[in-house]
């Protein structure tokens, strides 16, 4: 087996750091903050593919009170494959977002399973003929759920990790001034041809199972999924992290590296569909600022055009979106921060998935929003 923050890093449950199987299972009666879970919908959304969803469902979280101005609120769009909980590193007592003075909504992307994804839409648009979402689907379909559902029309801030990270700099190239701040951690503003290579290396894994049967299949594929997790668990951390067997810190005494490995295979995600999996690794791969409307192609200009203070995390061992990759797009950005993550926990450093990790992301992340630098 192995520790409950690492195996469930990607998992729909909150990032519960460095929290013990006892510990994580105490009744969520004694958190500090929760959440409150909402759904809004969407008539004919038009997606960039061209296809129109005839009713779309954002599933959202929401932290705190909004004030009677509505202008207390942070933005915090979700991670790969992640709900509305994968943000709880940052909030509460002691950490960057006090749910006493601000509005937190967290919301889910498509393809998640709770919102619009392919495993809960209805013919015709159900399993592989779910029509393939961008980042810029995902931040329209949030946008109007601010307006429309919580009357928000301008932010305080908007946090993102990886995927999260991704609709970040979405926002603040489709709307350069709908959020005072914007945070993003582990993520770029341009999927580049290698991380396309790393996702299309895992479709390909995942999809290899004759079960998968081109997505019409009528059980799990599970060999493709466990193919798909090996592959996947190869990216997660950085090569000195597993050389020093950091996942010992939160695995019980005795755990060999052969059980830690086998975790991964089988419960990296647990009851996650493989059409939903793969929805979301296309939208990742479609991901590029410089294809927004105005910009024809030019990434660099994209990231110009941002006018709003932006903090840049990048994990300095992120095997998904290298440090090189972060330095190369900062050089564009007017009013960029650029602080890395001194970390060894690879990909996941930009989520807070250990003390150190966490301490470091909460107190920078803090300063930022109160106008340090």
């Not at 192995?2 to 299972?25: D, H, K, M, S, V």
Request: glycine residues 8%; contains cysteine; proline residues 7%.
């Amino acid at each position: 087996m192995i520790g409950l923050n690492t195996r469930c890093f990607y998992l729909f449950a909150a990032l519960l750091l460095l929290l013990g199987p006892a510990r994580a299972q105490e009744p969520s009666a004694k958190r500090v903050d929760r959440a409150k879970h909402h759904e809004f919908f969407i008539n004919n959304f038009k997606t960039e593919s061209g296809v129109t969803l005839p009713r779309a469902r954002v599933v959202y979280g929401t932290y705190g009170h909004l004030n009677a101005k509505h202008d207390n609120v942070v933005l915090l769009p979700s991670h790969y494959m992640a709900d509305h909980h994968g943000y709880e590193w940052l909030i509460g007592p002691g950490k960057a977002l006090d749910t006493t003075q601000l509005y937190l909504v967290a919301t889910e992307l498509f393809g998640n399973g709770h919102s619009s994804s392919p495993s809960n839409t209805p013919a015709p648009f159900h399993g592989p003929r779910f029509p393939v979402m961008t980042i810029r689907d995902n931040v329209e379909a949030v946008h109007q759920l601010l307006a429309k559902d919580l009357k928000v029309n301008h932010l305080r801030a908007i946090i993102g990790f990886s995927m999260g990270a991704q609709q970040a700099f979405q926002w603040a190239v489709s709307y350069p001034t709908f959020a005072d701040r914007i945070v993003a951690t582990s993520g770029t503003a341009k999927t580049y041809p290698h991380g396309v290579v790393r996702l299309e290396g895992q479709i390909a894994a995942l999809t290899a199972d004759a079960a998968f049967n081109n997505g019409d299949y009528t059980s799990p594929p599970t060999k493709g999924l466990e193919a798909f997790a090996t592959v996947w668990t190869g990216w997660l951390f950085s090569q000195e992290w597993w050389r020093r067997e950091l996942w010992r810190a939160d695995s019980p005494p005795g755990t060999t590296f052969e059980q830690v490995l086998n975790g991964y295979r089988t419960n990296f995600i647990p009851g996650a569909d493989a059409n939903d999996l793969i929805l979301q690794m296309r939208t990742w791969e479609r991901h590029d600022v410089g294809a927004t409307a105005g910009f024809g192609g030019d990434v660099e200009k994209a990231l110009r055009s941002i006018k709003v203070p932006l903090l840049y995390m990048p994990s300095e061992t992120d095997l998904y979106f290298p440090l090189t990759d972060a330095r190369y797009e900062a050089a564009f950005i007017p009013g960029v921060t650029l602080a890395p993550i001194p970390s060894l926990w690879g990909h996941t450093a930009g989520a807070a998935p250990n003390p150190t990790d966490g301490k470091f992301l909460n107190e920078t992340i803090g300063k930022f929003l109160a106008g340090k630098r």
